[in-house]
């Protein structure tokens, strides 16, 4: 991408300097400096602009699991009367049909929460950072608070 015009003996002088020769340090230096900031900043921009690119995608994400749940919601007793309309189907009463759908979701639901309390009981307290929060606290409280010399208490 050099200038059509210009050739290898034109960029450099007559001595053989190059075009920046003429430049003293500290115009380079605060060039270099611009070019550093100037870098940062691209850097900066393409790490938000990636970020808006994640923050959109994940919130596309969860608008689909929400919309997801609502169907599934919706779709659960379209689903209960299909069952306690195919055991119905089988020769029983619709009421004892219902009954049974009724009944299998209060079996699964106390089956859960039957599983949910034995994962709770499996809970345990933090016992390691509790017996370091206990240790650090008793070698504080035997901890003398240092006097400060007489030339700080003279300026204050």
Known sequence: MSDPGSSAQG???VNGSGPGADRS????VASAT???SALV???IALAKAELRQDVKRGAIGGFAF???GVLVLFALPVLSFAAAYGIH???LGLAWSFLIVGGAYILLGVGLALLGVSK??????PEKSIASAKQTAAVLQTV???TRPARDKAVV
């Open 11 to 13: 960029t450099t002088g």
């Open 25 to 28: 340090l500290g115009q380079l």
């Open 34 to 36: 611009a070019e550093m």
């Open 41 to 43: 900043h691209d850097e």
């Open 66 to 68: 929400i919309v997801a």
């Open 89 to 91: 189907n089988l020769g």
């Open 120 to 125: 709770f009981k499996k809970v345990k307290p």
């Open 144 to 146: 003398k608070p240092h």
